[in-house]
């Protein structure tokens, strides 16, 4: 398929969302700056289809370091680590991004831009620091509803559980977006992860599809693998976050489009290092482009029958 309509199409998103798109350097020539430091939480697969866009976008040197393991040498590591004199940091994932906000608290003069990490407020990363900016992991709560009610039109109501501490605004959003759809949001707040499964209870009987948020309250391990079988016994369509997700049994999961979220990144450090447009007047954008994960098997256990054009939008079908 040929790229210059996706190209454009991101290029008129970019603009929309105030980054400008830094011109290439006259004769191919990239700018003399350099270089970007790329921190990655750890080996997962996830982060090399973003650190490779990022590189064939930049156009500037970028030196990786990948955290895993790194930390109980945190001195020597973040010693090296400046020795280079990066220009810029792009940190992927949670545990990288809170370590550059950390590293960055003393070298105010080094922007970092984060992506990859799921509940991002949860960890305060813009909290106190004016050198920080971001791509949310978070696709949009209409945009999930819009994939959600493809895969059925009998869909209504959507259940949802939650802790006001993180998530409050996110459900704020949800419910404009269920309006505006037609949907209704059936929200059951909690206060610790052990009264998720007393929720459910509580407003199973009112739903016919539930949407799995990215909490830190209500997203622990074991209420993953709780409402993935919930979902199946009690024939529910159920919406996560992620592509682990789709992976573990649950039907659906809406993710952003990893290149996007590389191509993306570097044009913010772009208009950081050659604009001079602060992080902070960045601050955290969405991210531009999604992509569709279906479970397959999940749909056949729940007797849901895919629509072709439900299959024909999905990145990813698990299990088919």
Not at 21 to 39: K, N, Q, T
Not at 189 to 198: A, C, H, L, N, V
Not at 272 to 297: C, D, E, F, W
Request: charged content about 20%; glycine content about 6%; proline content about 6%.
């Amino acid at each position: 398929m040929d790229g210059k309509p996706f190209n454009l199409k991101l290029t008129a998103l970019l603009l929309l969302l105030g980054i400008w798109i830094v011109p290439a350097h006259p004769c191919g020539a990239a700018p003399a700056l350099g270089p970007i430091a790329v921190f990655l939480s750890d080996t997962e697969a996830a982060y090399t289809e973003p650190v490779s866009a990022f590189q064939d976008e930049i156009q500037i040197p970028v030196q990786i370091f990948n955290l895993k393991g790194e930390i109980d040498n945190a001195p020597r590591e973040m010693a090296r680590i400046f020795a280079i004199h990066p220009v810029l940091i792009l940190a992927l994932g949670a545990k990288a991004a809170y370590t550059a906000k950390v590293w960055t608290a003393d070298h105010p003069q080094i922007p970092v831009i984060f992506a990859l990490v799921l509940n991002w407020r949860r960890y305060k990363l813009l909290d106190g620091q004016n050198n920080i900016a971001g791509i949310a992991s978070e696709v949009a709560p209409g945009t999930q509803f819009v994939n959600l009610t493809m895969t059925s039109p009998q869909i209504k109501r959507i259940g949802v559980i939650y802790s006001r501490l993180h998530s409050s605004e996110t459900i704020r959003q949800a419910r404009e977006a269920a309006v505006k759809l037609g949907l209704t949001l059936v929200a059951r707040p909690i206060k610790r992860p052990m009264e998720f499964r007393q929720a459910y209870k509580q407003i199973s009987e009112q739903i016919d599809s539930f949407w799995i948020l990215a909490d830190p309250v209500a997203y622990t391990l074991a209420n993953v693998d709780w409402i993935k079988k919930r979902c199946t016994r009690d024939r529910l369509i159920c919406l996560g976050q992620s592509r682990n997700i789709a992976e573990v049994g649950v039907l659906l999961a809406v993710e952003p489009d990893m290149a996007n979220v590389g191509m993306q990144a570097a044009s913010m450090a772009k208009n950081i290092l050659l604009n001079h447009q602060s992080p902070k007047q960045i601050g955290v954008m969405p991210p531009l482009g999604t992509r569709l994960v279906l479970n397959a098997k999940t749909a056949e256990t729940i007797d849901l029958k895919l629509n072709h054009v439900v299959q024909d939008l999905a990145g990813e079908i698990i299990d088919r």
